[in-house]
C-alpha cells in the first residue's frame, strides 16, 4: 500500500466537492485532494500531477465530464486511472454512455454512503 491515494474531484459545486470529501474521513487511508471545477480545469489537473483516481460530475461548464471521460481515455497512459462518474444524471442511458466511454463506475447524487464505500471497496486503493 502506497503513502496515501491521490484523489481528483471534479464539479462545479463547490458544496458537493466538500460532500465528496467527506466520504473519506472514515477511510484508513491517507487521502490527497485535488479539486478542479470544471473538465477542462481537470485535464491541466491530471497533466500536472499523478492522480490515483477521478471522481467526475457530469454536468459541468466548459469542458463536461462525459467529454473529458471520453478524452483521458484517448491517451494510452489514462487507460488504468479509474474514473467514477458521481452525478445527478440518473437515467439508464447515462450509465451506459459512461461506461461504454471507459468510467470505472457510476454513482448517482444523493451520495448513498455505504454505497459509495462499496464501489470505492473493489478499486483496492483503500483500507475500509
Known sequence: MSAGVTILIVDDSR????????VFSNVDTTCFFIEAKDGEEALSLLYAQTVDLVLLD???????????????????QYK????????????KFNVIEALKHGATDYITKPI???????KLAKLRLFRI
Open 15 to 22: 458544496i458537493m466537492r466538500n460532500t465528496v470529501k467527506g
Open 58 to 76: 457530469w454536468n459541468m461548464p466548459r469542458l463536461s465530464g462525459i467529454e473529458f471521460l471520453k478524452q483521458v481515455r484517448a491517451m494510452e
Open 80 to 91: 488504468d486511472l479509474p474514473i467514477i462518474m458521481v452525478t445527478s444524471e440518473a437515467a
Open 112 to 118: 448513498k454512503l455505504d454505497l459509495f464505500k462499496s
